[in-house]
């Protein structure tokens, strides 16, 4: 068995080159694929990541964790990883400045680099026993109906044919998968584009979404002295491109808009993006499925991209997993493109009209005026802070009316016993929840014990969860369920999302 080194001195398995049998291949090891292969392991399904870099990226290309991943990677226990991460309580929209806090443990956003969140993701998936294969080029794939077969080639030129019940692209908006399978990825052409490096040795000023006459620069240094510069020019039309952009071009074009000479600094590196918005028509053909940016394009304003990608993954993980072993009720994996293909229907959406008044020109002046007068209303500002920070998904679940049911469950403090814990350590097993509240929940058939917790708890006061005597929640944190202590609706909602007894 070949192996690759690992900057921190540990392996990466770039695995046999015989045919291999698992139960699920996840194409791409970015944030995106870890998280789901973690999500899988954690439940016990052999996952195979398929990764064709031979070596984590250098470059940090998304840094922003929203309140809502943030909440779910505590419930996965891994917040302690990301160490002191740098929280930001002011956000923006369309280059607008917008206060992101609200009521939860993580308001505002996080400023953590995607190499740290990787390496957390690839740690916690490697340590549950995921197999990561990298340096291998994805050159085919087949439903075969029962099946999915890949077939890779590796560094060494060796080829491998992998198999397994189900196949998931998390390859990027560039993905192989996509193209081999020919998916539908209707939407709207790059009409605009932003440039950007990251440069050491620059001084110059820190700027955020400064508008000057010519265009847009953005300017922020971090703690190592690396300055990210982005700059898009008004009017500018992209270009097509089969590579990054050289460094003179964005030089250029940052003297241009802002006067400056940035052209002695050293690049560490340079890429661009546009406001191409596009979303596959299904995010599951048969049994290939799609998640994160090969899902769904769109400019990554304010980090919601990676955010909408991780939540994808935490939405199907416990879904996949269970038609696996043979639990999941009718049409449960079908639910992962009938709930996540609307959330990300409405990102695009907010993104787009970010986008037109992020880099549009002058005619954009007027609407930027008459949004930033609307976000000094609260109701405005907390309407578009819940939207970016994710806390505003609320799922169609069915049952009986409840303000909880099908929105997250809410983060509050417990007592269990003589423990005092949070709503996210109760999820921390990966399993369905069913919490009373003050006394114990109605009963379940016993049958549905091992993917149930029940727990009785008391909250403390002023909870968000007071006046609700018992919730059912879903593994990924979502509500199914809450009622009294009658349980009326509790069997079907269990059942729905849990299977039969």
């Known amino acids: 068995m070949a192996a690759a080194p690992h900057p921190d001195g540990r392996t990466r398995r770039t695995g046999p080159t015989e045919t291999a049998a698992t139960q699920v291949i996840v194409v791409g090891a970015g944030p995106v694929g870890l998280l789901l292969a973690g999500e899988l392991a954690l439940r016990g399904v052999q996952v195979t990541i398929v990764e064709q870099r031979h070596a984590p990226a250098a470059q940090s290309r998304a840094s922003t964790l929203h309140a809502r991943t943030m909440e779910l990677l505590d419930s996965r226990g891994l917040l302690p990883d990301l160490g002191r991460a740098p929280r930001e309580p002011r956000g923006h929209f369309g280059g607008i400045p917008l206060d992101l806090t609200l009521p939860g443990p993580y308001p505002g956003q996080w400023k953590v680099p995607q190499t740290k969140t990787e390496a957390i993701l690839e740690e916690w998936?490697?340590?549950?026993?995921?197999?990561?294969?990298?340096?291998?080029?994805?050159h085919a794939v087949a439903d075969r109906g029962t099946h999915v077969e890949a077939a890779a080639t590796s560094r060494h030129g060796d080829r491998v044919t992998l198999r397994a019940p189900y196949l998931v692209a998390c390859d990027g908006q560039d993905s192989t998968v996509r193209r081999l399978t020919g998916a539908g990825f209707p939407g709207t052409a790059?009409?605009?584009?932003?440039?950007?490096?990251?440069?050491?040795?620059?001084?110059?000023p820190d700027r955020r979404f400064e508008r000057l006459p010519g265009g847009l620069a953005v300017a922020a240094r971090n703690p190592a002295g690396t300055t990210r510069v982005m700059v898009h020019e008004f009017g500018a039309k992209p270009r097509e491109r089969t590579a990054a952009p050289r460094f003179d071009e964005i030089a250029d074009a940052w003297k241009r808009v802002t006067g400056e000479d940035i052209s002695g600094g050293t690049p560490l590196w340079v890429n661009h993006f546009d406001d191409a918005n596009r979303r596959l028509t299904h995010y599951r053909h048969g049994r290939i499925l799609f998640a994160g940016d090969a899902a769904h394009r769109q400019m990554p304003i304010g980090g919601q991209a990676l955010n909408l990608g991780l939540q994808d993954a935490y939405n199907l993980g416990w879904k996949l997993a269970a038609d696996l072993d043979g639990t999941a009720p009718a049409g449960l994996l079908d639910t992962y493109h009938s709930e996540r293909a609307a959330v990300g229907a409405a990102v695009l959406g907010n993104i787009r009209a970010q986008a037109q008044l992020l880099l549009g020109g002058p005619e954009a002046e007027p609407l930027r005026t008459v949004l930033a007068e609307l976000v000094a209303h609260d109701d405005v500002r907390t309407h578009l802070a819940r939207m970016i920070s994710g806390l505003d998904i609320r799922y169609d679940v069915g049952g009986p009316e409840h303000p909880l049911r099908g929105t997250r469950l809410p983060h509050t403090r417990l007592r269990v016993g003589e423990i005092?814990?949070?709503?996210?350590?109760?999820?921390?097993?990966?399993?369905?929840?069913?919490?009373g509240l003050g006394s114990p929940p109605p009963p379940l058939d016993p049958a549905r014990a091992g993917r149930i917790d029940t727990v009785t708890a008391h909250t403390e006061l002023g909870s968000p969860l007071a006046g609700t005597p018992a919730v059912l929640v879903r593994p990924d944190g979502y509500v199914a369920w809450a009622g009294g202590p009658g349980g009326d609706g509790l069997a079907r909602a269990a059942g729905r999302w849990f299977g039969s007894a």
Request: hydrophobic fraction near 45%.
């Open 125 to 138: 998936a490697l340590g549950l026993g995921a197999d990561l294969r990298c340096g291998h080029t994805l």
């Open 190 to 204: 790059a009409t605009r584009e932003l440039l950007r490096a990251d440069v050491d040795g620059l001084d110059i």
């Open 420 to 435: 005092v814990c949070s709503t996210a350590e109760l999820l921390r097993s990966g399993r369905g929840l069913l919490l």
